[in-house]
C-alpha cells in the first residue's frame, strides 16, 4: 500500500511539472500559432474599416431644455428648435442641470432645506415612474432664501433615445417652491 501512495505522489508530481512547465511555453506557443492565423491587411485598397466612438462633429450637438421642448444651442451661441429628424437616435453622453426651490411671496413657499436632496428625472413625470435617467444633487444656500441643487453627470456607454426625455423633479414640484432652472443634454445623432 505504502508504495501504492509512492507512485500516486510520483504520478502527480509528474503530472504537475508538465503543467507548469506547459503554462510556461503555452503563450509564447499560441501566441506564434494565432498570429500566423490571423493576419489583418490595412492595404490603400483595402483599408480597414474604422469609425469614431462619438459618430463625426456635424452629429454631435448641445441641447438646452426651454420648458416644453429642447433648443439647439448652435456654435455661435444662438438657439434654434430641435427635434430628432426622422430615422435617427440620439445617443444622450452627458446630462447638466439646476434646479431651485425659493420663496414667492403668496404664490409659493419652499420646504427645502440646503443639504436636502432633490431628485432630476429625464422621461418621466409619474411620481412613481423613474425615466431612462436619475440623477441626485444636494441644495445648498445660493442668496437670501434660494436655494440651487445641479449635478454633470457623464454617461459613459451613452443613452440611446428615439424621442428626447422631458425633465422633472421626482415628486414633482407641487407648489413648494422646487423648478428646473436649467437643462442641457449632450450627445450625437446615429441613423
Known amino acids: 500500500m ?12 509528474g503530472v504537475l511539472f508538465v503543467a507548469s512547465t506547459m503554462t510556461l511555453l503555452a503563450p509564447k506557443t499560441v501566441h506564434a500559432l494565432v498570429s ?7 492595404t490603400s485598397a483595402n483599408p480597414v474599416p474604422a469609425q469614431e466612438v462619438k459618430e463625426s462633429r456635424s452629429n454631435f450637438v448641445t441641447l438646452s431644455f426651454n420648458g416644453s421642448g429642447y433648443d439647439e444651442v448652435l456654435p455661435d451661441g444662438s438657439k434654434s428648435v430641435f427635434a430628432i429628424p426622422i430615422g435617427q437616435q440620439f445617443v444622450i453622453t452627458d446630462v447638466n442641470w439646476i434646479t431651485t426651490c425659493g420663496n414667492l411671496i403668496g404664490v409659493t413657499t419652499c420646504n ?3 443639504g436636502d436632496a432633490v431628485v432630476l428625472m429625464l422621461g418621466s ?3 412613481f415612474n423613474s425615466g431612462p435617467h ?3 444633487a444636494t441644495y445648498a444656500r ?3 432664501a434660494l436655494l440651487t441643487a445641479g449635478r454633470s453627470d457623464s454617461l459613459k456607454s ?15 414640484p407641487s407648489g413648494n417652491g422646487e423648478q428646473i432652472f436649467a437643462v442641457t443634454l449632450r450627445g450625437y445623432l446615429v441613423p
Open 2 to 13: 505504502k508504495q501504492w501512495f509512492y507512485k500516486a505522489g510520483i504520478s502527480i508530481a
Open 36 to 42: 500566423a492565423l490571423v493576419t489583418v491587411a490595412n
Open 112 to 114: 427645502k432645506s440646503a
Open 125 to 127: 413625470s409619474a411620481p
Open 134 to 136: 436619475m440623477s441626485q
Open 142 to 144: 445660493y442668496s437670501g
Open 158 to 172: 451613452g443613452l440611446v433615445v428615439d424621442q428626447l426625455p422631458t425633465p422633472s423633479i421626482l415628486f414633482g
